[in-house]
Structure formats: structure tokens, C-alpha cells
């Protein structure tokens, strides 16, 4: 679609009749000569005798290409442009962050994978996590696993291929074998520092209790609500086991209740797959559409025109020229 960005410059366009009716003919004196042969001198310069002056006419062709000439100069100060069909680009509304505890209980095989072979807990998470990823489109996503000390496993990225390559990757024990879920959230804060995106949610999956944190988890999630970080917890442990491995499901509660997150209990992968369903139906997907028109400047067609038909009108002038010499001289 042709556009112009100047269009006002439009109202230039009687600017030279305005200047002909306002302004007086330029007057250039000249040392003056009486000569029996006036009238063809006069005839031979084209100039219209008057009183103590000669006024210069202007022929029909003079008159066209002056008028052309004008009108591609304007035509160019209003930048014509050729605007092409609009690109929608989306960008992600959301930040998501995976906290996946690897501490050495996750090797314990109480979970069945998709074929019902007895896996561990973290193979069956794996496995859950890919289906969910796939479906996170749109989604800035973020893994960040936690033992002895939390990690940085995926910082924010949409490539959620290399995301779900990076998860498959993920072993028991790599962070060491405790549990510090407090720190994991606290290293998740400082992860959406640098975000820009209005929605921030974390899913925190942990099959132990807190037992090395120098941040204790409530005080984290506190930090958390303050940000605005929504923390949903997924306990994945046995109720009843005791030592290292005891899952404190009061402390998963009192941190997703604190950023008004929800809690669940994974107890086989069906309910593991459940609850990443119910997840990603609440998180919908949110983006931001932009669209962008690609604008294409066309001010040099006008100008290119314009000075050939400069360059065209002189080259016929200086043809016409010896023509009307020699016609006067007849």
C-alpha cells in the first residue's frame, strides 16, 4: 500500500501561483540600444516589449516541464513510502521457573514410567516435565535444580528444546544429596530480578524436607509475594518416612499459601501428570503481540524522475536553441 509520511507537505502545492500573483517580476537593468531591427531582437529572445522594459514569455513546453518539475519535488518532500502487509511477532507475558530437587532419595524406584517399568522419582519426573514443556509455548522458561546447594540449570530462555534436552540430562545426586529448598527459591528470586515479564510463576518439586537452607523456605516465599512470584509446590516424598528423607508437607503448604500458590502430593507418576495438567491449565500461556508494518522509503523515484526530466528539458533547449536562430535569421 502506497503511503506518504508527509502528507501535509500537499498544501505547497499553489505556492508558485501565490509567488506569481504576490510577487513583481525580477527586474535586472541592462544597458539599453536603438536598432532599426527591434522587433526581430525581440522576436529572436522571446522576450514581450514594454515601456523602459522587456518581459521574458514563457512557452507552452517551458510551462509544462516547470510544472512537472515542481510537482516531483513535492512529491518527494512528502516521502512516499510502500508500506507491506503488517508481521505479528510474540513475545513471552510470562516467566516460568522449574525448581527440581535432585537429592539422593529422588533415586528411590516407587514410580512406573509411560510403559510401566518401575523407574525412580526423578526418571518419572523427567518424563512428566518433557510433556509439559512441549506444551509451554510462548513461555519464558527457566530449570533451576537444588541438593547441597541450588544451580542454575536452564537460565530463562524460550528455546524449550534445549530446555527439555537439558532436563533429560539431569542425574540424581549432581547437586549433591540434601535438600536446600529454601536457598533454591532464594537463587529463583534473584533469577526473575532481571525479568521483565508481568506474569512470574515457580513450580518447586521436592521429595524431602529443608535441612541446609540459609534461607529458611517461609522467609524466602515472603520475598517471593513481594516480587510477585507466584510458587506452586509439588511434594513427591513418602509422608511417613523420617530422617533425611521426611517430607515436610506443612513447610510446602506454608510457602505456596504465602505467594497464594497452590499445593499438591504426588504419590505415583498418574498423580505427578495430573497435577502438571492442572498447572498448565491455571498458567495459561500468555503473550504480548506486536505488530510491526515494514515501511519501504520510495522519495528517489520522484527525485530520480525529476532529474531526468531536468536533465531532458536543458538537452532540448540547447537542440531548440540554433533552430530558432537560424529561423529568425530568415
Same mark, same amino acid.
Given at each position: ?15 508558485? $501561483? ?100 518401575? $523407574? ?31 544451580? !542454575? ?47 512470574? !510463576? ?27 512470584? $507466584? ?7 513418602d509422608p511417613v518416612a523420617a530422617g533425611e528423607e521426611k517430607l515436610d508437607e506443612q513447610?510446602?503448604?506454608? $510457602? ?75
Open positions: 500500500m502506497l503511503s506518504f509520511a508527509y502528507p501535509w507537505a500537499a498544501l505547497a502545492l499553489p505556492l508558485p $501561483v501565490i509567488v506569481y500573483l504576490l510577487v513583481p517580476p525580477y527586474a535586472q537593468g541592462r544597458a539599453g540600444v536603438r536598432v532599426p531591427f527591434f522587433g526581430r531582437l525581440a522576436a529572436l529572445t522571446g522576450a514581450t516589449p514594454g515601456r523602459d522594459a522587456g518581459v521574458m514569455r514563457r512557452g507552452p513546453w517551458r510551462m509544462l516541464a516547470l510544472t512537472l518539475c515542481w510537482l516531483l519535488a513535492l512529491a518527494a518532500l512528502m516521502r512516499p513510502q510502500w508500506i507491506e502487509p503488517p508481521i505479528h511477532h510474540e513475545t513471552p507475558a510470562r516467566d516460568m521457573l522449574l525448581l527440581v530437587d535432585l537429592s539422593g532419595s529422588m533415586d528411590t524406584q516407587d514410580f512406573t514410567d509411560a510403559a510401566g517399568q518401575k $523407574v525412580n522419582r526423578l526418571a518419572a519426573v523427567k518424563e512428566v516435565l518433557d510433556g509439559f514443556l512441549k506444551r509451554r509455548t510462548g513461555d519464558r522458561v527457566g530449570v533451576v535444580v537444588f541438593g547441597n546447594a541450588p544451580f !542454575t540449570l536452564v537460565p530463562f530462555t524460550t528455546d524449550l528444546g534445549l530446555a527439555r534436552k537439558l532436563v533429560e540430562e539431569m542425574q540424581v545426586g549432581m547437586a549433591g544429596p540434601r535438600t536446600v529448598f529454601g536457598d533454591a527459591i532464594g537463587l529463583g528470586i534473584m533469577l526473575f530480578d532481571a525479568s521483565k515479564a508481568p506474569a512470574k !510463576t515457580m513450580i518447586a518439586l521436592t521429595d524431602g524436607n529443608d535441612t541446609a537452607s540459609r534461607v529458611p523456605p517461609a522467609e524466602a516465599a515472603r520475598i517471593a509475594k513481594d516480587k510477585g512470584i $507466584v510458587i506452586h509446590t509439588i511434594a513427591i516424598g513447610a510446602l503448604k506454608d $510457602v505456596a499459601d504465602a505467594t497464594s500458590g497452590t499445593f499438591s502430593r504426588a504419590l505415583d507418576r498418574a498423580g505427578l501428570e495430573d497435577i502438571y495438567a492442572r498447572l498448565d491449565a491455571m498458567e495459561a500461556r500468555k503473550v504480548e503481540t506486536v505488530t510491526f508494518r515494514p515501511r519501504t522509503d520510495l522519495f528517489w523515484v520522484p527525485l530520480a524522475a525529476l532529474t531526468l526530466a531536468s536533465l531532458l528539458f536543458q538537452a532540448a533547449r540547447l537542440v531548440r536553441w540554433p533552430c530558432r536562430r537560424a529561423e529568425a535569421a530568415a
